[in-house]
């Protein structure tokens, strides 16, 4: 069981430039979502997703894109990178619908730079 | 969406018990209360949740008021590798989606 699988773990962007960060889970989870956490920041929500073919926006969606085609799989596109941009990103899935109780499992982040 | 208050840092020394206080006053009826923690330079992990009573894991104890407006995390004897920022957070079981984190609180353990 890999858990959640971030990639990559680090990357630099010029301004400007688009690129996509994938995340995939092997828990048969059927939320999935995207943090940003700036440093010394607490975590921010970007989107979620609660099955294949549904997502949402969270707190602070621009500039942002996501899909989910899959189960597995919910990638996190930048259109245009600024360099406010900067920061690391979370990936983290858990079950849906009203199980509540259980918990989510973070993937180990993708620290992005933009320059 | 419900929001938690957490004091923005605590201290404690090694070997003793901790409790990490969460104020939840705007909680509905169908929150759960969730913690997790962050080690330095890694993600969130999950360490205990509830809805009305007391809870009990290998990792922490939560310790839930009766009004269920306070909650607090109990680390029994805090240790060097416990140094983290802990969020306290509410998981909607109606249907809303939205995982909020706050800022949480970050522990620093004294040797």
């Known amino acids: 069981n890999a858990g959640v699988t971030q990639t990559p773990k680090f990357q630099v962007l010029k301004t400007g430039q688009s690129m996509t960060l994938q995340c995939a889970q092997d828990?048969?989870?059927?939320?999935m979502s995207w943090y940003r956490q700036d440093p010394g920041m607490g975590l921010r929500l970007i989107h979620y997703s609660v099955g294949a073919g549904i997502t949402d926006q969270g707190e602070v969606p621009n500039g942002y894109n996501v899909s989910r085609s899959t189960t597995e799989d919910f990638p996190l596109r930048l259109l245009s990178a600024a360099p406010s941009q900067t920061s690391v990103y979370f990936c983290?899935?858990?079950?849906?619908?009203?199980?509540?109780?259980?918990?989510?499992?973070f993937g180990s982040g993708t620290r992005l730079t933009v320059v | 969406d419900a929001k938690t208050t957490q004091p923005n840092s605590m201290e404690s020394n090694e070997e003793e018990p901790v409790h990490l206080p969460c104020n939840h006053s705007?909680?509905?009826?169908?929150?759960?209360i969730h913690w997790y923690r962050q080690l330095p330079s890694q993600g969130p992990e999950y360490v205990i949740h509830g809805l009305t009573s007391n809870v009990n894991n290998r990792m922490a104890s939560l310790a839930i008021a009766e009004d269920r407006k306070s909650s607090t995390l109990i680390l029994h004897r805090a240790t060097l590798r416990d140094a983290a920022v802990y969020y306290c957070i509410l998981r909607d079981a109606s249907g809303t989606y939205k995982y909020i984190f706050g800022t949480g609180t970050r522990l620093k353990v004294l040797a």
């Open positions: 983290a899935s858990s079950y849906s619908g009203g199980r509540a109780n259980y918990g989510y499992t």
């Open positions: 705007t909680i509905s009826g169908t929150d759960y």
């Open positions: 828990m048969n989870h059927e939320y």
